[in-house]
T-cell receptor
Framework: GENVEQHPSTLSVQEGDSAVIKCTYS??????FPWYKQELGKGPQLIID?????GEKKDQRIAVTLNKTAKHFSLHITETQPEDSAVYFC????????????FGKGNQVVVIP | GAVVSQHPSWVICKSGTSVKIECRSL??????MFWYRQFPKQSLMLMAT?????????EQGVEKDKFLINHASLTLSTLTVTSAHPEDSSFYIC????????????FGPGTRLTVT
């Protein structure tokens, strides 16, 4: 099955700085890579996603890059704000089997005002 | 758009009783829904995939007789935890995939289950 690794586990940044979270995946057949933001006691919220036929996608302060050859993808948050503090999960969806998602272990991002 | 609700948001039950959790897609139809379990400070663990009108597919190690899943309509899936024990206490989260899409999953707010 698919194995998703996520680094670092914890990231602290000064407000206004950029944050980068990296994930690697094992199954070269994986073709969809979403990122979720989860606040304490709530369900995950889809913030951005990318498909395997695209190398980069941007939505305001958030961007995701994908390197299929190296099998890794990254989340970039620019101009971080205190409300960006949360746990971020990357995931990979593989075709077949209802396109289930394999999740990374999560990354706690703390934005210091 | 793409709103998923869960009910109840939290529940406390006694050991040995059963608890039903509902997952609804409010503004889209969902042929496929997923049920996850999450322990504190851990990632989401997929329990089962629920397809409308057919039997759920359970992940390895998940007891299908203990976690009963019913996906009777395109907007509703239910998870029933039978004969609950304290070790079943967890955060249960569902997600739904829009029938018009292929990949995107939208998550509900979760249900906190505490078994005493």
């Amino acid at each position: 099955g698919e194995n998703v690794e996520q680094h670092p586990s914890t990231l602290s940044v000064q407000e206004g700085d950029s944050a980068v979270i990296k994930c690697t995946y094992s199954d070269s057949a994986s073709n969809y890579f979403p990122w979720y933001k989860q606040e304490l006691g709530k369900g995950p919220q889809l913030i951005i996603d990318i498909r395997s036929n695209v190398g980069e996608k941007k939505d305001q302060r958030i961007a995701v890059t994908l390197n299929k050859t190296a099998k890794h993808f990254s989340l970039h948050i620019t101009e971080t704000q205190p409300e960006d503090s949360a746990v971020y999960f990357c995931a990979a969806s593989y075709s077949g089997g209802n396109n289930r998602l394999a999740f990374g272990k999560g990354n706690q991002v703390v934005v210091i005002p | 758009g793409a709103v998923v609700s869960q009910h109840p948001s939290w529940v406390i039950c006694k050991s040995g009783t059963s608890v039903k959790i509902e997952c609804r897609s409010l503004d889209f139809q969902a042929t496929t829904m997923f049920w996850y379990r999450q322990f504190p400070k851990q990632s989401l663990m997929l329990m089962a995939t629920s397809n409308e009108g057919s039997k759920a597919t359970y992940e390895q190690g998940v007891e299908k007789d203990k976690f009963l899943i019913n996906h009777a309509s395109l907007t509703l899936s239910t998870l029933t935890v039978t004969s609950a024990h304290p070790e079943d206490s967890s955060f249960y989260i569902c997600s739904a995939r829009d029938s018009s899409g292929i990949y995107e999953q939208y998550f509900g707010p979760g249900t906190r289950l505490t078994v005493t």
